[in-house]
């Protein structure tokens, strides 16, 4: 008698928990939907590009160097040159 309630127990638990995630599963939350709208413009550079500004050095156009305990100096195409001091 003890074992047909136990048994009887489980499957009613059973069948709550089946029911009650399955009404979990199909309840659905409503969906709330922002509006944002863009003030802000930004420049769209492509890829590889890189402005060259007094700060950068286009490796490019180097055609020699020479290092020493002071420095690095670099050679450039036109024959102009860059200290970089230590």
Excluded: C
């Excluded at 550079?45 to 670099?74: C, K, R, W």
Aim: aromatic letters at 12%.
């Amino acid at each position: 008698m003890k074992k047909t309630f136990k048994t009887i127990g489980i499957i009613a638990t059973m069948g709550i928990m089946l029911a009650s995630a399955y009404l979990l599963g199909t309840t659905q939350a409503e969906t709330i939907t922002e509006i944002q709208t863009v003030t802000e413009t930004r420049e769209v550079i492509p890829d590889g590009y890189i402005p060259l500004h007094d700060d950068i050095v286009d490796m490019n156009t180097i055609v020699d160097f020479s290092a020493t305990e002071y420095g690095l100096q670099l050679y450039f195409e036109d024959g102009s040159g860059y200290f970089w001091e230590r």
